[in-house]
């Protein structure tokens, strides 16, 4: 009896698509590092949230590393899986937080972006909403506008961007934090193949340690045997039980 191979493979495409969370974090990551300044998408990231993806991403290959290596040998690296599934339910626990997070974003989204517009957005991210939504400052041309853009050369019928900004956010961190619950799912599925092999390896281990001690007791008895007989013959007085005693009848 080994462990069942549909188990190892039902464990080794859930471990593989975990996995795949992890390099598309890192992935994420990269994406916005490279396209700072380019991109509206770059609002929705600073540089916490950079340090993070890349944090869980590293994080997450090491974790699957330590699953393989537990996969190769299930019967011989229990503490490897052991390992691979409570790396995983931290996981879960970061995942779970950080989308919780981002969707209470998009409930303070007025007050969130007007203070990233006045205070933290550059010129050229500001520009970029201004010139496709064609809108010129933040509640319209007296709020932190950029003046240079297109849009804010006809003052009196421009309007802010407010609306656009708050779409655009509201639309996109949607799309962020739905992606995060989806990896809490594919992290939960990864944690309960790894539970089952767990399980799968123990039982295994179990019946081959119950037919160890099976084989060893009957060697054990058959060896007891085969010394009483090489040093007892049947035939041998020496070895007969003692006779008892005949008893006298009494006159």
């Known amino acids: 009896m ?7 493979l039902a464990f080794a495409i859930l471990l593989a698509l975990y996995l795949a969370t992890g390099i598309a974090a890192l992935a994420i990551g990269g994406y916005f590092a490279r396209s700072e300044e380019y991109s509206r998408r770059t609002i929705i990231v600073t ?13 997450i290959i090491l974790n699957c590393i330590a699953g393989i290596v537990g996969m190769l040998s299930p ?9 691979y599934v409570g790396l995983i339910a931290i996981t879960m626990l970061v995942e779970t937080v950080v989308g919780i997070w981002l969707w209470f974003r998009t409930l303070d989204i007025d007050d ?3 203070h990233n517009w006045r205070h933290l957005w550059s010129d050229s991210l500001k ?16 709020d932190s506008p950029v003046l240079a853009s297109p849009s804010c050369q006809n003052m009196a019928q421009a309007f802010g961007c407010m609306t656009s900004v708050q779409k655009y956010a509201q639309d996109y961190l949607g799309y962020i934090y739905t992606s995060v619950f989806g990896f809490v799912f594919v992290s939960l599925g990864a944690m309960l193949s790894g539970m ?8 295994e281990e179990r019946w081959r340690w119950t037919r160890a001690n099976a084989i060893f007791r009957s060697m054990k008895k058959i060896n007891s045997d085969s010394t009483l007989t090489k040093f007892c013959p049947v035939k041998d007085s020496l070895c007969s039980s003692p006779q008892q005693p005949s008893q006298q009848p009494l006159r």
Do not use: E
């Not at 540089?47 to 994080?59: H, P, Q, R």
């Not at 010139?131 to 400052?137: L, P, S, V, W």
């Not at 089952?196 to 039982?203: H, Y």
């Open 112 to 114: 969130l972006y007007g």
């Open 127 to 142: 520009a970029t909403f201004q010139d496709r939504a064609q809108c010129c400052g933040y509640l319209g041309p007296l």
């Open 75 to 83: 019967l011989k690296r229990k503490r490897w899986l052991q390992a």
């Open 196 to 203: 089952v092999l767990l399980v799968v390896r123990n039982d």
């Open 47 to 59: 540089d916490n949230v950079l340090i993070m993806l890349f944090v869980a991403g590293s994080y």
């Open 2 to 8: 080994a462990v069942r191979l549909s188990v190892k």
